[in-house]
């Protein structure tokens, strides 16, 4: 069945430095979609990416997906503290009629002050 | 908008016991999930519905859970007799398809304890 790594499993940075965070998948992705887990809390959506080599920027985040739409990364610029969390990267390859996600097993960043 | 509801939000068992979760997904998103989060894990799927008729439930240990979703609204899931293996984090989901994208919206989750 497809597969979703994704690494670092943690990250520690500053507060102001830089972040990123892979995601590969074992099969050819029709999208991906990037979700952001606070401590305790559940997944929120943050962006689905669908064609090869697409690009999105949300404020600090900026997203990428692999030409051969293989893999994903997403890039936090100057983190501040309210970055903290895990962000998963979800795959789909929409198979059939089910369109089923499968997720990475995240990057649980730390932002420390 | 309301988000996905979910009920219980905890609950402590023992094991061999039985355990049902609650869901009712945002109004008119046709497409509801059940998914368990493993601490330290991404959520993965047990079981999809799409209106009232399952869609993929290939991951979902049928001999110990099961899940429906009558009237293709509110769903149910229950594990019978629960393991301790199953101590984790329910999470349901709903989805609408427009245009090309299908976001998926998380309820807060039951978060199960298998003593």
């Known amino acids: 069945g497809q597969q979703v790594m994704q690494i670092p499993q943690y990250q520690h940075v500053q507060e102001g430095e830089d972040f990123t965070t892979y995601c590969n998948s074992s099969t050819t992705l029709s999208n991906i979609q990037w979700y952001k887990q606070r401590p305790g809390g559940h997944p929120v959506f943050l962006i689905q990416l669908v064609k090869s080599g697409e690009v999105k920027k949300q404020k600090r985040l900026t997203f990428q997906f692999g030409e051969a739409k293989k893999n994903s990364s997403l890039h936090i610029t100057a983190t501040q503290t309210t970055d903290v969390g895990t962000y998963f990267c979800a795959g789909s390859n929409s198979s059939g009629s089910a369109r089923q996600l499968t997720f990475g097993s995240g990057t649980q ?3 420390l002050p | ?58 991951q979902l240990p049928k001999d110990r859970f099961s899940a429906e979703r009558l009237k293709g609204v509110d769903s149910t899931l229950k594990i019978q007799p629960a393991k301790l293996e199953d101590s984790a984090v329910y999470l349901c989901a709903s989805s609408q398809r427009l245009a090309f994208q299908e976001t998926q919206y998380f309820g807060p989750g039951t978060r199960l304890l298998v003593l």
């Open chain 1, 109 to 111: 960043l730390t932002v």
């Open chain 2, 1 to 58: 908008e309301a988000g996905v509801a979910q009920s219980p939000r905890y609950k402590i068992i023992e094991k061999r016991q039985s355990v049902a979760f609650w869901c009712n997904p945002i109004s008119g998103h046709a497409t509801l999930y059940w998914y368990q989060q493993i601490l330290g894990q991404g959520p993965k799927l047990l079981i999809q519905f799409q209106n009232n008729g399952v869609v993929d439930d290939s």
